[in-house]
């Protein structure tokens, strides 16, 4: 089996979702690829950064869709002492220099989705040479960006979400441990929220794992 770092997370002392954090795992042989959550900007430009809101600030009505690039970038996540800041998708993949896989979490903001994934569409262009992934829970987003971008796209499956679907139009599936067990698609998987060597199965054993502690599974 082969891991991905969930968000960038494994043993260093970066935030999650940050470039350091990305660019640090690519470098790791362990690391197979990352896994990162983006958002479209009011000036329709990606970001890095998982929730629709700046809550872990407190500021939860400031939504990444309604806001600029440049003003999420100027807020300081950390502290004076040990400031960390956004970064764009752009700034990420220019600084790539690595074949392992960058799988993309599209996030769906509020607005026409066509236009969201055209910037994918863009940005497949751009980023030609690397070996990237789109995946989102929204399966509109899946939809579009399998007839309009080129990289493998996949739905994500929870407990909960995307169970009872027709997994037919999907090129591979992004499936919660949990979830494993009831999805019996011959579609490739990747399998996420494995952070423990006890949740290794032998089934899991020609895919990849996403995970935030990819440093203990190869080493326990």
């Not at 969930?6 to 970066?14: A, K």
């Not at 055209?118 to 030609?128: A, G, H, P």
């Not at 060597?197 to 440093?215: E, F």
């Amino acid at each position: 089996m082969k891991f991905i770092a969930h968000r960038g997370n494994d043993n260093h002392e970066y935030k999650e979702n940050t470039k350091e954090a990305l660019l640090w795992c690519l470098k790791q042989d362990y690391i197979d690829g990352v896994e990162l959550d983006i958002r479209l900007t009011k000036d329709k430009e990606f970001i890095i950064y998982h929730n629709t809101s700046i809550v872990e600030l407190g500021l939860n009505r400031m939504f990444i869709a309604n806001e600029s690039l440049e003003k999420l970038q100027g807020i300081n996540f950390g502290t004076v002492e040990n400031p960390y800041y956004l970064s764009s998708l752009n700034e990420f993949l220019r600084e790539v220099k690595s074949n392992k896989i960058i799988l993309l979490d599209v996030k769906k903001e509020i607005g026409n989705l066509e236009e969201e994934i055209k910037k994918l569409q863009d940005m497949c262009i751009t980023y030609s040479n690397l070996n990237i992934y789109l995946c989102s829970f929204c399966s509109e987003i899946v939809k579009l960006s399998t007839n309009m971008c080129k990289f493998p796209v996949g739905l994500l499956i929870s407990d909960f979400i995307n169970k009872n679907k027709n997994y037919s139009d999907f090129s591979y599936l992004s499936v919660s441990k949990g979830a494993f067990k009831d999805i019996s698609s011959p579609k490739k998987k990747m399998v996420w929220t494995v952070n423990k060597k006890s949740d290794l199965k032998s089934s899991y054993q020609d895919m990849y794992i996403i995970t935030d502690n990819a440093y203990k599974l190869v080493s326990e």
